[in-house]
């Protein structure tokens, strides 16, 4: 009983932690809308920098062909 107690005062220090600095514990989920918001900058960053940004727009145009835009 005694590491039971011990287990559960240890738990509850951590989510206060976790509370203190303002954010919770990640769930290891995260909406597709903030993930793509994250990616997109490095993405057009690493483009331009490493000059593939005609490939980028080459790819995107035959996506749009396949659509039907």
């Known amino acids: 009983m005694a590491d039971t107690a011990a287990r559960t ?13 303002g954010s919770r514990p990640s769930s290891g989920k995260r909406h597709p809308l903030v993930a793509t918001a994250m990616v997109l ?8 920098v490493f000059g593939g940004w005609e490939a980028v727009v080459t790819q995107a145009s035959s996506v749009g062909v396949m659509l039907g835009r």
């Open 9 to 21: 005062i240890g738990r509850t220090r951590g989510r206060r932690a976790y509370a203190s600095f």
């Open 41 to 48: 900058p490095l993405a057009a960053l690493l483009a331009v």
